[in-house]
């Protein structure tokens, strides 16, 4: 072989060196090492590892690499929660229904109404990194008032539906999304509108990406029977055939592995206030809905602080369950405990099969209503974990996070939570990426 040629050969095999390891994805390191590498890096520095070349970028924006932290057991769990942005003189959320309640008498009246002087109120969304115990805020913008949060863990998408406008505090149909785990980093999206404008309704994910929401109340404060589907793939509503009855803050709830979708309580517009004991549940196979009763036996209190939760049983099957942690009304009923109810399938009922302890309210759980989010995901299969919040006003906040194992050993351990996130926590929703 010529000098020449063994120049070529040289610059030939140079060059196949180099589109190789321009291929790998840590150079000089074998793909299995280099992805047991990148899948411990932080979600949070994830941004910046996208802008290193389009290899990782593609790698860390498709759904498959989160997966593959959840394997490695590096993903992070985060809760994110639509609240009240803090002010000088926090607002409640008493005060905002109170506000909105002296519109809509001052209207029907023939009285204009004029929007206080004071500065609109403002709801964000935080985040809660669970796995490393960090706050920060994702939207410091205004976001619809008391917009339900869900989340599509299947994709790393977030969605935020309904609410009130929070300059004309009236309901909206709109719909955002934001895509957490996105090529172009956390950015938003207006979706598909409902077809009805509303607040406080039910709404609950089921399957990987079909979201179900039902009953509420319109710009008139008149309680809905309507409800309504999402594709979140196609972007798309459809609507169903209304429940039996009018449900104003009801709580909607489902089960992996199940189709159904349940409506717990809620209340109709000639009893205000009044949370019926009964629940439905809704059917895609047959289109119907069906009635429960004897659900929710507190007609002062709301069903928000009630969370589903997936249980192994013995036979290797699936139990549904959900969790109740109570308020005001139910902790003076019952002595400061929650409880849990399992699904009897062949009984079509529910029944109560064991009691929580909750903390005592001076250790700041406190006993206005609780945003309760499940963490199932990456962890123990035989135990459950979930993050409850309340908000005490005057800046201050509860948050514990709960962890229950299969023998019924409760611990409660407290989140510190900093001034800048102590609002009023509407809803909230958990994705383990």
């Not at 498959?64 to 929660?81: D, G, I, M, Y």
């Not at 077809?195 to 406080?200: E, I, K, L, N, P």
């Not at 439905?280 to 009630?306: A, I, M, N, Q």
Request: net charge neutral.
């Amino acid at each position: 072989m010529g000098g020449a040629d063994s120049c070529n050969y040289i610059d030939e095999a140079g060059g196949r060196r180099r589109q190789q390891q321009q291929q790998q994805l840590i150079p000089g390191l074998p793909d299995e090492i280099g992805m047991e590498c990148l899948v411990r890096v932080p979600y949070g520095s994830h941004s910046r590892m996208k802008s290193v070349c389009r290899g990782w970028r593609t790698l860390i924006s498709h759904p498959s690499f989160s997966e593959q932290r959840r394997k490695a057991r590096t993903a992070e769990h985060l809760v994110c929660l639509v609240q009240a942005l803090p002010t000088p003189s926090t607002i409640h959320a008493d005060v905002v229904l109170k506000e909105r309640d002296d519109k809509r008498q001052r209207q029907e009246e023939g009285c204009q109404y004029n929007h206080p002087s004071a500065p609109p109120y403002q709801y964000g969304l935080s985040i809660f990194n669970a796995t490393y115990q960090t706050w920060h805020q994702m939207m410091p913008s205004s976001i619809p008032m008391f917009c339900h949060c869900v989340a599509l863990p299947s994709s790393g998408k977030l969605l935020l539906l309904g609410g009130w406008d929070p300059t004309t505090l009236d309901p909206v149909p709109d719909v955002y999304v934001l895509n957490l785990i996105g090529e172009d980093g956390a950015r938003w999206r207006r979706a598909a509108p409902m077809s009805v404008a509303r607040s406080f309704f039910a709404c609950a994910v089921v399957g990987r990406s079909t979201v179900y929401v039902a009953g509420g109340h319109d710009s008139h404060k008149n309680a809905l029977r309507s409800a309504e589907v999402y594709d979140a793939e196609a972007d798309e509503w459809r609507t169903l055939p209304s429940m039996w009855e009018e449900r104003d803050e009801s709580q909607g709830l489902s089960w992996e592995g199940d189709s159904r979708f349940w409506v717990v309580s809620g209340y109709s517009t000639e009893n205000q206030g009044r949370f019926r004991s009964d629940a439905e549940c809704y059917d895609p196979e047959t289109g119907c809905w069906s009635k429960v009763e004897g659900l929710w036996p507190f007609p002062s209190s709301s069903p928000r602080g009630c969370v589903s939760v997936n249980s192994a049983s013995g036979r290797g099957q699936s139990k549904h369950q959900w969790w109740r942690i109570a308020g005001e009304e139910q902790q003076q009923q019952q002595a400061g405990i929650g409880e849990i109810r399992e699904y009897e399938r062949e009984a079509e009922r529910w029944r109560v099969v064991s009691s929580i302890p909750l903390p005592h309210p001076e250790f700041g759980l406190g006993r206005s209503s609780k945003c309760v989010v499940s963490l199932d995901g990456g962890g123990d299969g035989n135990s459950r974990r979930m993050l409850v919040m309340s908000s005490g006003g005057e800046g201050k906040a509860g948050a514990f996070i709960l962890e229950r194992n299969d023998k019924g050993k409760t611990k409660w351990n407290h989140v510190h939570v900093p001034p800048q996130f102590t609002g009023f926590p509407y809803s909230a929703a958990h994705l383990h990426v």
